[in-house]
Protein backbone atom coordinates (compact mmCIF):
# COMPACT_ATOMS: atom_id res chain seq x y z
CA UNK A 1 0.00 0.00 0.00
CA UNK A 2 3.00 2.05 0.30
CA UNK A 3 4.94 3.07 -2.59
CA UNK A 4 8.57 1.75 -3.79
CA UNK A 5 11.33 3.12 -6.18
CA UNK A 6 14.70 3.17 -6.40
CA UNK A 7 17.73 3.56 -8.76
CA UNK A 8 20.88 2.64 -9.71
CA UNK A 9 22.45 4.02 -13.22
CA UNK A 10 24.21 6.74 -14.99
CA UNK A 11 21.79 9.51 -14.84
CA UNK A 12 20.77 11.81 -11.91
CA UNK A 13 19.17 9.75 -9.78
CA UNK A 14 16.66 12.57 -7.85
CA UNK A 15 14.23 13.40 -10.96
CA UNK A 16 13.64 10.08 -11.68
CA UNK A 17 12.82 9.03 -7.81
CA UNK A 18 10.23 11.97 -7.79
CA UNK A 19 8.26 10.84 -10.94
CA UNK A 20 8.52 7.52 -10.10
CA UNK A 21 6.80 8.45 -6.69
CA UNK A 22 4.63 10.72 -8.08
CA UNK A 23 3.42 7.45 -10.27
CA UNK A 24 2.58 5.36 -7.13
CA UNK A 25 1.30 8.04 -5.11
CA UNK A 26 -1.73 6.46 -5.70
CA UNK A 27 -0.93 3.74 -3.36
CA UNK A 28 0.01 5.64 0.03
CA UNK A 29 -0.05 9.63 0.35
CA UNK A 30 0.77 10.43 3.98
CA UNK A 31 4.25 11.33 3.72
CA UNK A 32 7.30 10.75 1.69
CA UNK A 33 10.78 10.62 1.72
CA UNK A 34 14.02 10.03 -0.72
CA UNK A 35 17.86 9.10 0.14
CA UNK A 36 20.70 9.79 -1.75
CA UNK A 37 24.12 9.00 -1.84
CA UNK A 38 26.05 12.06 -2.43
CA UNK A 39 29.70 12.57 -2.06
CA UNK A 40 30.00 9.93 0.35
CA UNK A 41 27.55 10.38 2.37
CA UNK A 42 23.73 9.35 2.98
CA UNK A 43 21.33 12.04 2.46
CA UNK A 44 17.63 11.84 3.55
CA UNK A 45 14.53 14.54 3.78
CA UNK A 46 11.84 13.07 4.37
CA UNK A 47 8.23 14.56 5.09
CA UNK A 48 4.64 14.56 5.86
CA UNK A 49 2.46 15.27 2.95
CA UNK A 50 2.17 15.07 -0.32
CA UNK A 51 5.23 13.97 -3.22
CA UNK A 52 4.69 17.53 -4.38
CA UNK A 53 5.96 18.81 -1.10
CA UNK A 54 8.96 16.20 -0.63
CA UNK A 55 9.70 17.95 -4.55
CA UNK A 56 9.91 21.30 -2.83
CA UNK A 57 12.72 20.41 -0.01
CA UNK A 58 14.72 18.56 -2.67
CA UNK A 59 14.79 21.67 -4.55
CA UNK A 60 17.91 22.38 -6.97
CA UNK A 61 19.77 19.96 -4.60
CA UNK A 62 20.98 16.17 -5.33
CA UNK A 63 21.51 16.84 -8.81
CA UNK A 64 25.11 14.56 -8.89
CA UNK A 65 23.72 11.57 -6.59
CA UNK A 66 23.58 8.66 -9.43
CA UNK A 67 21.78 6.38 -6.74
CA UNK A 68 18.96 6.61 -4.52
CA UNK A 69 16.02 5.37 -3.54
CA UNK A 70 12.01 6.86 -2.40
CA UNK A 71 9.17 5.58 -0.26
CA UNK A 72 5.65 7.07 -0.22
CA UNK A 73 3.52 6.01 3.09
CA UNK A 74 0.21 4.77 4.10
CA UNK A 75 0.79 4.89 7.89
CA UNK A 76 0.41 1.33 9.59
CA UNK A 77 2.43 2.11 12.82
CA UNK A 78 3.29 5.66 13.90
CA UNK A 79 1.28 8.67 12.77
CA UNK A 80 1.55 10.09 9.31
CA UNK A 81 4.45 12.64 10.18
CA UNK A 82 8.57 13.29 9.36
CA UNK A 83 9.48 11.38 11.78
CA UNK A 84 7.84 8.56 10.60
CA UNK A 85 8.15 8.66 7.23
CA UNK A 86 10.70 6.60 5.59
CA UNK A 87 13.31 5.99 4.58
CA UNK A 88 15.01 4.99 8.07
CA UNK A 89 18.37 4.85 9.20
CA UNK A 90 20.86 3.05 11.80
CA UNK A 91 22.35 4.68 14.57
CA UNK A 92 25.13 5.63 12.30
CA UNK A 93 23.44 6.68 9.72
CA UNK A 94 24.85 5.11 6.90
CA UNK A 95 22.30 2.62 5.98
CA UNK A 96 18.75 3.56 4.79
CA UNK A 97 15.97 0.96 4.82
CA UNK A 98 12.48 2.19 2.65
CA UNK A 99 9.48 -0.49 3.89
CA UNK A 100 5.99 -1.69 2.59
CA UNK A 101 4.14 -4.19 4.77
CA UNK A 102 4.14 -4.90 8.52
CA UNK A 103 6.43 -6.55 11.00
CA UNK A 104 4.84 -8.38 13.37
CA UNK A 105 7.27 -8.98 15.95
CA UNK A 106 8.65 -5.54 16.09
CA UNK A 107 8.30 -4.53 19.52
CA UNK A 108 10.31 -7.54 20.96
CA UNK A 109 13.46 -6.80 18.04
CA UNK A 110 12.85 -2.71 19.25
CA UNK A 111 13.36 -3.39 23.00
CA UNK A 112 16.76 -6.11 22.44
CA UNK A 113 17.89 -3.87 20.27
CA UNK A 114 17.35 -0.70 22.72
CA UNK A 115 19.11 -2.82 25.28
CA UNK A 116 22.38 -3.26 23.11
CA UNK A 117 22.52 0.56 22.82
CA UNK A 118 20.23 1.54 19.65
CA UNK A 119 18.46 4.67 19.19
CA UNK A 120 15.77 4.81 17.42
CA UNK A 121 14.44 7.84 16.28
CA UNK A 122 10.62 6.74 14.65
CA UNK A 123 7.91 5.02 16.02
CA UNK A 124 7.62 2.93 12.93
CA UNK A 125 7.93 -1.00 12.43
CA UNK A 126 10.49 -0.80 9.61
CA UNK A 127 13.31 1.36 12.12
CA UNK A 128 14.19 -2.10 13.52
CA UNK A 129 15.03 -3.04 9.70
CA UNK A 130 17.95 -0.65 9.56
CA UNK A 131 19.25 -1.19 13.27
CA UNK A 132 19.11 -5.16 13.04
CA UNK A 133 21.20 -4.60 9.42
CA UNK A 134 23.79 -2.53 11.38
CA UNK A 135 24.57 -5.13 13.68
CA UNK A 136 24.89 -7.76 11.20
CA UNK A 137 26.94 -5.55 8.89
CA UNK A 138 29.54 -4.88 11.65
CA UNK A 139 29.88 -8.74 11.53
CA UNK A 140 29.61 -9.79 7.83
CA UNK A 141 30.91 -6.67 6.19
CA UNK A 142 28.21 -7.83 3.29
CA UNK A 143 25.51 -5.67 2.81
CA UNK A 144 23.30 -8.22 1.08
CA UNK A 145 24.07 -10.86 3.85
CA UNK A 146 23.42 -8.63 6.50
CA UNK A 147 19.78 -8.42 4.94
CA UNK A 148 19.03 -11.77 4.56
CA UNK A 149 20.29 -12.35 8.29
CA UNK A 150 17.96 -9.42 9.33
CA UNK A 151 14.85 -11.31 6.76
CA UNK A 152 15.47 -14.45 9.43
CA UNK A 153 14.71 -12.24 12.21
CA UNK A 154 11.59 -10.59 11.30
CA UNK A 155 7.96 -11.85 11.67
CA UNK A 156 5.21 -10.21 9.09
CA UNK A 157 5.36 -8.79 6.08
CA UNK A 158 8.07 -6.88 3.84
CA UNK A 159 8.88 -5.50 0.34
CA UNK A 160 12.30 -4.04 1.22
CA UNK A 161 15.20 -1.76 -0.56
CA UNK A 162 18.08 -0.82 1.62
CA UNK A 163 21.38 0.90 0.50
CA UNK A 164 24.30 1.83 2.77
CA UNK A 165 27.05 4.29 2.16
CA UNK A 166 29.61 1.46 3.22
CA UNK A 167 28.43 0.07 -0.29
CA UNK A 168 28.12 2.31 -2.78
CA UNK A 169 27.04 0.78 -5.33
CA UNK A 170 24.07 -1.31 -5.40
CA UNK A 171 20.62 -1.33 -3.53
CA UNK A 172 19.39 -4.88 -2.06
CA UNK A 173 15.76 -5.43 -2.32
CA UNK A 174 13.97 -8.68 -1.08
CA UNK A 175 10.38 -9.66 -0.66
CA UNK A 176 8.13 -11.72 1.63
CA UNK A 177 4.49 -10.54 0.87
CA UNK A 178 4.75 -7.00 -0.66
CA UNK A 179 5.43 -6.91 -4.06
CA UNK A 180 8.72 -5.64 -6.12
CA UNK A 181 9.45 -5.75 -9.45
CA UNK A 182 13.03 -4.86 -10.69
CA UNK A 183 13.35 -3.11 -13.91
CA UNK A 184 16.73 -3.32 -16.47
CA UNK A 185 17.83 -0.27 -18.48
CA UNK A 186 20.83 0.32 -20.26
CA UNK A 187 23.67 0.63 -17.74
CA UNK A 188 20.94 1.47 -14.96
CA UNK A 189 18.43 -0.95 -12.95
CA UNK A 190 14.99 0.21 -11.10
CA UNK A 191 13.79 -1.27 -8.07
CA UNK A 192 9.53 -0.52 -7.42
CA UNK A 193 7.05 -1.56 -5.86
CA UNK A 194 4.54 -1.52 -8.71
CA UNK A 195 5.75 -1.36 -12.73
CA UNK A 196 4.19 2.07 -13.26
CA UNK A 197 6.72 3.65 -11.55
CA UNK A 198 9.65 2.30 -13.69
CA UNK A 199 7.63 1.56 -16.89
CA UNK A 200 9.10 5.19 -18.67
CA UNK A 201 12.41 3.92 -18.69
CA UNK A 202 12.25 0.33 -18.98
CA UNK A 203 9.91 -2.60 -20.17
CA UNK A 204 11.60 -5.61 -19.18
CA UNK A 205 11.41 -6.45 -15.50
CA UNK A 206 11.62 -9.34 -13.61
CA UNK A 207 8.88 -9.67 -10.25
CA UNK A 208 11.22 -10.96 -7.10
CA UNK A 209 8.76 -14.19 -5.31
CA UNK A 210 8.21 -14.14 -2.12
CA UNK A 211 11.73 -15.55 -0.10
CA UNK A 212 13.73 -13.68 -3.24
CA UNK A 213 16.49 -11.43 -2.34
CA UNK A 214 17.62 -8.79 -5.86
CA UNK A 215 21.06 -7.32 -5.33
CA UNK A 216 20.85 -4.38 -7.96
CA UNK A 217 23.42 -2.85 -9.37
CA UNK A 218 23.88 -0.66 -12.52
CA UNK A 219 24.51 -3.41 -14.79
CA UNK A 220 23.57 -6.49 -13.17
CA UNK A 221 20.61 -7.93 -11.22
CA UNK A 222 21.54 -11.23 -9.28
CA UNK A 223 18.43 -12.84 -7.33
CA UNK A 224 18.81 -15.32 -4.41
CA UNK A 225 16.97 -17.28 -2.09
CA UNK A 226 17.28 -16.47 2.11
CA UNK A 227 19.81 -19.17 1.67
CA UNK A 228 22.34 -17.56 -0.31
CA UNK A 229 21.72 -19.66 -3.37
CA UNK A 230 21.33 -17.97 -6.94
CA UNK A 231 18.05 -18.47 -8.51
CA UNK A 232 16.75 -17.99 -12.29
CA UNK A 233 15.34 -14.62 -12.68
CA UNK A 234 11.91 -14.67 -15.02
CA UNK A 235 12.24 -11.59 -17.78
CA UNK A 236 8.86 -10.31 -18.33
CA UNK A 237 7.85 -7.52 -20.68
CA UNK A 238 5.52 -5.29 -19.88
CA UNK A 239 3.03 -4.18 -22.60
CA UNK A 240 0.93 -1.18 -21.00
CA UNK A 241 1.53 2.41 -22.17
CA UNK A 242 2.88 5.24 -20.29
CA UNK A 243 -0.62 6.74 -21.84
CA UNK A 244 -2.53 4.69 -20.01
CA UNK A 245 -0.82 5.46 -16.57
CA UNK A 246 -1.51 9.74 -17.23
CA UNK A 247 -4.52 11.61 -17.15
CA UNK A 248 -5.01 12.29 -20.96
CA UNK A 249 -6.82 15.49 -20.28
CA UNK A 250 -8.93 14.46 -17.46
CA UNK A 251 -9.33 16.20 -14.42
CA UNK A 252 -8.98 13.07 -12.49
CA UNK A 253 -7.71 9.86 -13.04
CA UNK A 254 -10.89 8.29 -11.76
CA UNK A 255 -13.05 10.52 -14.04
CA UNK A 256 -10.58 8.85 -16.56
CA UNK A 257 -11.36 5.59 -15.82
CA UNK A 258 -15.20 5.48 -15.64
CA UNK A 259 -14.89 6.98 -19.01
CA UNK A 260 -12.49 4.06 -20.46
CA UNK A 261 -14.77 1.48 -19.67
CA UNK A 262 -16.53 0.88 -23.24
CA UNK A 263 -13.12 0.23 -24.15
CA UNK A 264 -11.95 -1.85 -21.09
CA UNK A 265 -15.24 -4.00 -21.03
CA UNK A 266 -14.60 -4.86 -24.96
CA UNK A 267 -10.86 -5.78 -23.79
CA UNK A 268 -12.06 -7.97 -21.05
CA UNK A 269 -14.13 -9.68 -24.15
CA UNK A 270 -11.45 -9.81 -26.59
CA UNK A 271 -10.51 -12.68 -28.45
CA UNK A 272 -12.98 -14.56 -25.86
CA UNK A 273 -16.11 -14.23 -26.69
CA UNK A 274 -17.16 -15.36 -29.94
CA UNK A 275 -20.97 -14.01 -29.80
CA UNK A 276 -22.64 -15.61 -33.63
CA UNK A 277 -21.44 -18.96 -32.43
CA UNK A 278 -22.36 -18.83 -28.69
CA UNK A 279 -19.31 -19.90 -27.55
CA UNK A 280 -16.48 -18.55 -24.71
CA UNK A 281 -12.84 -19.28 -24.92
CA UNK A 282 -10.86 -18.76 -21.54
CA UNK A 283 -7.56 -19.76 -22.04
CA UNK A 284 -6.54 -19.38 -18.19
CA UNK A 285 -9.37 -21.67 -17.33
CA UNK A 286 -8.79 -24.46 -20.05
CA UNK A 287 -6.94 -27.03 -17.63
CA UNK A 288 -8.81 -26.36 -15.02
CA UNK A 289 -12.41 -26.77 -16.84
CA UNK A 290 -13.33 -30.37 -16.05
CA UNK A 291 -13.04 -29.31 -12.41
CA UNK A 292 -14.75 -26.46 -12.90
CA UNK A 293 -17.71 -28.26 -14.70
CA UNK A 294 -17.69 -30.96 -11.75
CA UNK A 295 -17.74 -28.12 -8.83
CA UNK A 296 -20.46 -29.00 -6.52
CA UNK A 297 -20.41 -25.26 -5.93
CA UNK A 298 -18.01 -22.03 -6.87
CA UNK A 299 -16.70 -20.02 -4.17
CA UNK A 300 -16.20 -16.38 -4.82
CA UNK A 301 -14.12 -13.80 -2.36
CA UNK A 302 -12.95 -10.55 -2.50
CA UNK A 303 -13.05 -7.32 -0.76
CA UNK A 304 -14.79 -3.97 -0.94
CA UNK A 305 -15.51 -3.31 -4.74
CA UNK A 306 -14.14 -7.15 -5.71
CA UNK A 307 -16.38 -8.39 -3.14
CA UNK A 308 -19.66 -6.92 -4.41
CA UNK A 309 -18.19 -7.69 -8.39
CA UNK A 310 -18.63 -11.28 -6.40
CA UNK A 311 -22.15 -10.38 -4.90
CA UNK A 312 -23.75 -10.08 -8.90
CA UNK A 313 -21.01 -13.09 -9.94
CA UNK A 314 -23.20 -15.05 -7.53
CA UNK A 315 -26.37 -14.50 -9.62
CA UNK A 316 -24.72 -14.65 -12.77
CA UNK A 317 -23.25 -18.39 -12.61
CA UNK A 318 -26.45 -19.48 -10.43
CA UNK A 319 -28.94 -18.41 -12.74
CA UNK A 320 -26.81 -18.73 -15.65
CA UNK A 321 -25.07 -21.73 -15.23
CA UNK A 322 -27.46 -22.91 -12.91
CA UNK A 323 -24.36 -24.12 -9.98
CA UNK A 324 -24.72 -23.26 -6.31
CA UNK A 325 -22.37 -20.28 -5.78
CA UNK A 326 -21.40 -18.38 -2.33
CA UNK A 327 -19.65 -15.47 -2.02
CA UNK A 328 -17.13 -14.31 0.88
CA UNK A 329 -15.18 -11.35 2.56
CA UNK A 330 -12.14 -12.44 2.20
CA UNK A 331 -10.94 -11.00 5.64
CA UNK A 332 -13.57 -13.26 7.36
CA UNK A 333 -13.25 -16.50 5.03
CA UNK A 334 -9.44 -16.66 6.13
CA UNK A 335 -10.14 -16.61 9.97
CA UNK A 336 -12.97 -18.48 10.42
CA UNK A 337 -11.61 -22.24 8.79
CA UNK A 338 -14.32 -22.65 6.41
CA UNK A 339 -15.10 -25.61 5.53
CA UNK A 340 -13.64 -26.52 1.61
CA UNK A 341 -12.60 -29.26 0.23
CA UNK A 342 -10.93 -30.76 -2.96
CA UNK A 343 -14.75 -30.15 -4.91
CA UNK A 344 -15.22 -26.45 -4.54
CA UNK A 345 -13.40 -24.23 -6.60
CA UNK A 346 -12.51 -21.03 -5.19
CA UNK A 347 -12.29 -18.09 -7.18
CA UNK A 348 -10.47 -15.10 -5.89
CA UNK A 349 -11.06 -11.74 -7.23
CA UNK A 350 -8.78 -8.29 -6.67
CA UNK A 351 -7.78 -5.83 -8.97
CA UNK A 352 -4.70 -5.41 -7.64
CA UNK A 353 -3.94 -9.44 -7.40
CA UNK A 354 -1.99 -7.70 -3.82
CA UNK A 355 -5.08 -7.40 -1.08
CA UNK A 356 -3.33 -9.47 1.94
CA UNK A 357 -6.86 -10.73 2.80
CA UNK A 358 -7.70 -12.03 -0.44
CA UNK A 359 -4.20 -13.87 -0.85
CA UNK A 360 -4.78 -15.55 2.39
CA UNK A 361 -7.90 -16.36 1.78
CA UNK A 362 -6.44 -18.17 -1.69
CA UNK A 363 -3.71 -19.92 0.55
CA UNK A 364 -6.22 -21.23 2.94
CA UNK A 365 -8.68 -22.54 0.34
CA UNK A 366 -5.48 -24.02 -1.57
CA UNK A 367 -4.29 -25.54 1.64
CA UNK A 368 -7.71 -27.30 1.87
CA UNK A 369 -7.49 -29.03 -1.34
CA UNK A 370 -9.57 -26.33 -3.34
CA UNK A 371 -8.86 -25.52 -6.89
CA UNK A 372 -8.26 -21.82 -6.21
CA UNK A 373 -8.66 -19.54 -9.51
CA UNK A 374 -8.18 -15.79 -9.57
CA UNK A 375 -9.81 -12.86 -11.29
CA UNK A 376 -7.55 -10.52 -11.58
CA UNK A 377 -6.35 -7.10 -13.28
CA UNK A 378 -2.92 -6.52 -12.03
CA UNK A 379 -0.73 -9.36 -14.70
CA UNK A 380 1.97 -11.08 -12.94
CA UNK A 381 0.69 -9.83 -9.05
CA UNK A 382 0.69 -12.57 -6.53
CA UNK A 383 -2.54 -13.77 -6.39
CA UNK A 384 -2.32 -14.29 -10.43
CA UNK A 385 0.63 -16.48 -9.68
CA UNK A 386 -0.23 -18.90 -6.94
CA UNK A 387 -3.75 -19.03 -8.37
CA UNK A 388 -3.95 -22.63 -10.22
CA UNK A 389 -5.71 -20.78 -13.04
CA UNK A 390 -7.79 -18.07 -14.03
CA UNK A 391 -8.46 -15.01 -16.29
CA UNK A 392 -7.61 -11.46 -16.12
CA UNK A 393 -9.81 -8.29 -16.32
CA UNK A 394 -7.41 -6.39 -18.71
CA UNK A 395 -8.90 -3.46 -17.78
CA UNK A 396 -5.22 -1.47 -17.70
CA UNK A 397 -3.81 0.27 -14.79
CA UNK A 398 -6.24 1.41 -12.21
CA UNK A 399 -4.98 4.43 -10.36
CA UNK A 400 -7.92 6.16 -9.21
CA UNK A 401 -8.20 4.91 -5.57
CA UNK A 402 -11.99 4.25 -6.26
CA UNK A 403 -12.19 1.11 -7.95
CA UNK A 404 -14.61 2.05 -11.18
CA UNK A 405 -13.38 0.27 -14.10
CA UNK A 406 -11.99 -2.85 -12.58
CA UNK A 407 -15.21 -3.67 -11.17
CA UNK A 408 -17.12 -3.45 -14.69
CA UNK A 409 -13.96 -5.59 -16.56
CA UNK A 410 -14.77 -7.97 -13.25
CA UNK A 411 -18.63 -8.30 -13.94
CA UNK A 412 -17.78 -9.15 -18.00
CA UNK A 413 -15.12 -12.08 -17.03
CA UNK A 414 -18.07 -13.11 -14.75
CA UNK A 415 -20.42 -13.22 -16.59
CA UNK A 416 -18.54 -14.91 -19.16
CA UNK A 417 -17.66 -17.60 -17.13
CA UNK A 418 -21.03 -17.96 -16.53
CA UNK A 419 -22.18 -18.33 -20.09
CA UNK A 420 -18.79 -21.03 -20.53
CA UNK A 421 -20.30 -23.00 -17.99
CA UNK A 422 -23.70 -22.68 -19.08
CA UNK A 423 -22.57 -24.21 -22.42
CA UNK A 424 -20.40 -27.09 -20.79
CA UNK A 425 -23.20 -27.94 -18.91
CA UNK A 426 -25.71 -27.98 -21.84
CA UNK A 427 -27.88 -25.00 -22.11
CA UNK A 428 -29.04 -24.72 -25.72
CA UNK A 429 -26.32 -23.11 -28.41
CA UNK A 430 -29.75 -20.46 -29.35
CA UNK A 431 -30.08 -19.43 -25.70
CA UNK A 432 -26.47 -18.63 -25.24
CA UNK A 433 -26.20 -16.85 -28.35
CA UNK A 434 -28.86 -14.44 -27.17
CA UNK A 435 -26.81 -14.06 -24.31
CA UNK A 436 -23.63 -13.47 -26.13
CA UNK A 437 -25.17 -11.51 -28.38
CA UNK A 438 -26.82 -8.87 -24.96
CA UNK A 439 -23.49 -9.09 -24.09
CA UNK A 440 -21.44 -8.16 -26.79
CA UNK A 441 -23.69 -5.49 -26.87
CA UNK A 442 -22.98 -3.52 -23.15
CA UNK A 443 -20.00 -1.37 -24.32
CA UNK A 444 -21.77 0.52 -27.11
CA UNK A 445 -24.45 0.77 -24.41
CA UNK A 446 -22.13 2.35 -21.20
CA UNK A 447 -20.78 4.60 -24.24
CA UNK A 448 -24.00 6.26 -24.37
CA UNK A 449 -24.70 6.13 -20.68
CA UNK A 450 -21.43 8.31 -20.35
CA UNK A 451 -22.88 10.69 -23.24
CA UNK A 452 -25.26 11.82 -20.30
CA UNK A 453 -22.44 12.74 -17.96
CA UNK A 454 -23.30 15.93 -17.93
CA UNK A 455 -26.70 15.45 -16.59
CA UNK A 456 -25.56 13.39 -13.35
CA UNK A 457 -22.98 16.71 -13.03
CA UNK A 458 -26.31 18.78 -12.66
CA UNK A 459 -27.93 16.61 -9.84
CA UNK A 460 -24.88 15.96 -7.73
CA UNK A 461 -24.52 19.71 -7.28
CA UNK A 462 -28.26 19.41 -5.97
CA UNK A 463 -26.91 17.42 -3.39
CA UNK A 464 -23.40 18.02 -2.76
CA UNK A 465 -24.78 19.18 1.14
CA UNK A 466 -26.24 15.76 1.88
CA UNK A 467 -25.14 14.44 5.18
CA UNK A 468 -26.23 10.67 4.58
CA UNK A 469 -27.54 8.90 1.19
CA UNK A 470 -29.46 5.35 1.15
CA UNK A 471 -28.92 3.42 -1.84
CA UNK A 472 -31.14 0.85 -2.47
CA UNK A 473 -31.89 -2.23 -5.45
CA UNK A 474 -33.02 -5.77 -5.25
CA UNK A 475 -31.71 -9.06 -6.86
CA UNK A 476 -28.33 -8.45 -9.21
CA UNK A 477 -28.75 -4.80 -8.33
CA UNK A 478 -28.63 -4.94 -4.81
CA UNK A 479 -24.91 -5.20 -5.11
CA UNK A 480 -25.03 -2.32 -7.51
CA UNK A 481 -26.61 -0.24 -4.69
CA UNK A 482 -23.83 -1.32 -2.07
CA UNK A 483 -21.32 -0.13 -4.52
CA UNK A 484 -22.88 3.23 -5.42
CA UNK A 485 -22.87 3.53 -1.21
CA UNK A 486 -19.09 2.74 -1.03
CA UNK A 487 -17.96 4.94 -4.24
CA UNK A 488 -20.00 8.15 -2.48
CA UNK A 489 -18.54 7.04 1.01
CA UNK A 490 -14.84 6.88 -0.69
CA UNK A 491 -14.66 9.84 -2.26
CA UNK A 492 -17.11 12.50 -0.84
CA UNK A 493 -17.12 11.11 2.60
CA UNK A 494 -20.86 11.28 2.66
CA UNK A 495 -22.77 8.19 5.15
CA UNK A 496 -24.02 6.47 2.92
CA UNK A 497 -25.81 2.96 3.39
CA UNK A 498 -26.70 0.21 0.33
CA UNK A 499 -29.76 -2.02 1.40
CA UNK A 500 -31.72 -4.29 -0.48
CA UNK A 501 -35.14 -2.17 -1.29
CA UNK A 502 -37.36 -4.55 0.56
CA UNK A 503 -35.35 -4.91 3.65
CA UNK A 504 -35.74 -0.89 3.93
CA UNK A 505 -38.76 -0.90 5.97
CA UNK A 506 -37.49 -3.34 8.64
CA UNK A 507 -35.18 -1.15 9.87
CA UNK A 508 -34.05 1.85 7.55
CA UNK A 509 -37.46 3.20 6.71
CA UNK A 510 -37.32 5.07 9.86
CA UNK A 511 -34.06 7.22 8.39
CA UNK A 512 -36.67 8.85 5.33
CA UNK A 513 -37.27 12.39 5.81
CA UNK A 514 -37.66 15.39 3.11
CA UNK A 515 -33.73 15.46 3.70
CA UNK A 516 -32.69 11.90 2.49
CA UNK A 517 -31.88 11.25 -0.69
CA UNK A 518 -32.40 7.74 -1.96
CA UNK A 519 -31.38 5.99 -4.98
CA UNK A 520 -33.32 3.41 -6.47
CA UNK A 521 -31.54 1.15 -8.47
CA UNK A 522 -34.67 0.15 -10.83
CA UNK A 523 -34.53 -1.38 -14.60
CA UNK A 524 -37.19 -2.75 -15.83
CA UNK A 525 -36.38 -6.42 -14.67
CA UNK A 526 -38.35 -9.33 -13.69
CA UNK A 527 -38.90 -7.28 -10.14
CA UNK A 528 -39.31 -4.42 -11.11
CA UNK A 529 -42.78 -3.70 -9.91
CA UNK A 530 -41.86 -4.98 -6.27
CA UNK A 531 -38.75 -2.22 -6.66
CA UNK A 532 -41.47 0.40 -7.44
CA UNK A 533 -43.54 -0.11 -4.36
CA UNK A 534 -40.33 0.19 -2.11
CA UNK A 535 -40.09 3.45 -4.41
CA UNK A 536 -43.49 4.68 -3.45
CA UNK A 537 -42.88 3.51 0.48
CA UNK A 538 -39.94 6.15 0.25
CA UNK A 539 -42.08 8.52 -1.71
CA UNK A 540 -44.78 8.47 0.92
CA UNK A 541 -42.12 9.86 3.40
CA UNK A 542 -41.16 12.48 1.45
CA UNK A 543 -37.71 11.21 0.77
CA UNK A 544 -35.68 12.79 -2.53
CA UNK A 545 -36.14 10.07 -4.81
CA UNK A 546 -33.04 10.01 -7.66
CA UNK A 547 -33.72 6.87 -9.91
CA UNK A 548 -31.81 4.51 -11.94
CA UNK A 549 -34.34 3.71 -15.07
CA UNK A 550 -33.95 2.64 -18.29
CA UNK A 551 -34.23 4.74 -21.11
CA UNK A 552 -38.25 3.57 -22.07
CA UNK A 553 -39.79 3.69 -18.42
CA UNK A 554 -41.86 6.38 -18.36
CA UNK A 555 -43.79 5.61 -15.60
CA UNK A 556 -41.06 6.18 -13.28
CA UNK A 557 -40.30 10.21 -14.33
CA UNK A 558 -43.51 11.10 -12.11
CA UNK A 559 -42.22 9.10 -8.86
CA UNK A 560 -38.31 10.55 -9.11
CA UNK A 561 -37.36 13.85 -8.23
CA UNK A 562 -34.33 12.76 -10.85
CA UNK A 563 -34.23 9.72 -13.11
CA UNK A 564 -30.46 8.36 -14.92
CA UNK A 565 -30.88 6.80 -18.01
CA UNK A 566 -29.49 3.14 -18.59
CA UNK A 567 -30.25 1.10 -21.90
CA UNK A 568 -32.03 -1.74 -21.49
CA UNK A 569 -29.80 -5.20 -21.41
CA UNK A 570 -30.23 -9.00 -20.05
CA UNK A 571 -31.24 -9.07 -16.34
CA UNK A 572 -27.99 -10.18 -14.93
CA UNK A 573 -25.90 -8.17 -17.28
CA UNK A 574 -27.53 -4.95 -16.04
CA UNK A 575 -25.37 -3.97 -12.61
CA UNK A 576 -22.45 -3.52 -15.52
CA UNK A 577 -24.40 -0.80 -17.05
CA UNK A 578 -26.66 0.23 -13.67
CA UNK A 579 -23.58 0.84 -11.76
CA UNK A 580 -22.20 3.52 -14.26
CA UNK A 581 -24.40 6.60 -13.37
CA UNK A 582 -23.86 5.95 -9.91
CA UNK A 583 -20.12 5.99 -10.13
CA UNK A 584 -20.27 8.96 -11.65
CA UNK A 585 -22.57 10.65 -9.31
CA UNK A 586 -20.26 9.66 -6.75
CA UNK A 587 -17.55 11.38 -8.43
CA UNK A 588 -19.65 14.57 -9.02
CA UNK A 589 -20.64 14.99 -5.90
CA UNK A 590 -17.24 14.59 -4.44
CA UNK A 591 -15.46 17.68 -6.71
CA UNK A 592 -18.30 19.72 -6.08
CA UNK A 593 -17.63 19.16 -2.45
CA UNK A 594 -13.60 19.49 -3.41
CA UNK A 595 -12.38 16.73 -1.66
CA UNK A 596 -9.49 14.85 -2.99
CA UNK A 597 -11.23 12.49 -5.53
CA UNK A 598 -7.90 10.38 -6.96
CA UNK A 599 -6.18 9.96 -3.00
CA UNK A 600 -9.44 10.13 -0.42
CA UNK A 601 -8.64 10.26 2.93
CA UNK A 602 -7.08 7.18 4.97
CA UNK A 603 -7.21 4.73 1.63
CA UNK A 604 -4.73 3.20 -0.11
CA UNK A 605 -4.86 1.45 -3.79
CA UNK A 606 -3.82 -1.88 -2.62
CA UNK A 607 -4.64 -3.19 0.83
CA UNK A 608 -1.29 -5.61 1.88
CA UNK A 609 -1.66 -5.55 5.37
CA UNK A 610 -4.10 -6.92 7.30
C1 LIG B 1 -13.20 0.48 -3.58
C2 LIG B 1 -11.90 -0.13 -3.53
C3 LIG B 1 -11.62 -1.17 -2.50
C4 LIG B 1 -11.03 -2.42 -3.21
C5 LIG B 1 -10.59 -3.46 -2.18
C6 LIG B 1 -10.07 -4.71 -2.84
O1 LIG B 1 -13.28 1.49 -4.51
O2 LIG B 1 -11.07 0.19 -4.32
O3 LIG B 1 -12.75 -1.50 -1.79
O4 LIG B 1 -12.00 -2.92 -4.06
O5 LIG B 1 -9.60 -2.93 -1.36
O6 LIG B 1 -8.97 -4.44 -3.64
P1 LIG B 1 -8.50 -5.45 -4.76
O7 LIG B 1 -9.58 -5.55 -5.76
O8 LIG B 1 -7.24 -4.84 -5.32
O9 LIG B 1 -8.24 -6.76 -4.09
Not at 81 to 95: E, L
Request: hydrophobic share 40%; proline share 3%; net charge negative.
Amino acid sequence: MCGIVGYVGKRSCLPIILEGLRRLEYRGYDSAGITILEDGRLETRKKAGKVADLENIWKSTGGSATIGMGHTRWATHGEPNDRNAHPHHDCSGSIAVVHNGVIENYRALKIKLEKSGHLFSSETDTEVIAHLIEEFYEKTTDLAQAVRLTLRQLDGTYGIVVMSARDPEKLVAARKGSPLVVGYGEGESIVASDASALVEHTRDVTYLLDGQLAVVERATVTVKNLEDVEVEKAVEHITFDLEQIEKSGYEHFMLKEIHEQPETIRNAMRGRLLAADGEVKLGGLQDVMEKLVAAKRIILVGCGTSWHAGLVGEYMLEQIAKVPAEVEYASEFRYRNPLVSKDDVVFLISQSGETADTLAALREAKGKGATVLGIVNVVGSTIARESDGGVYVHAGPEIGVASTKAFTSQLTVLALISLMLARAKGMAKRDIVALAKELDAVPGKVKKILEDAKVVADIAREFKDARHFLYLGRGANFPVALEGALKLKEISYIHAEGYPAAEMKHGPIALIDEHMPVVFVAPKDAIYEKVISNLQEVKARRGRIIAVANDDDMEIQAMAEFVLRVPRTYGFFGPILNVIPLQLLSYYIAVARGTNVDQPRNLAKSVTVE
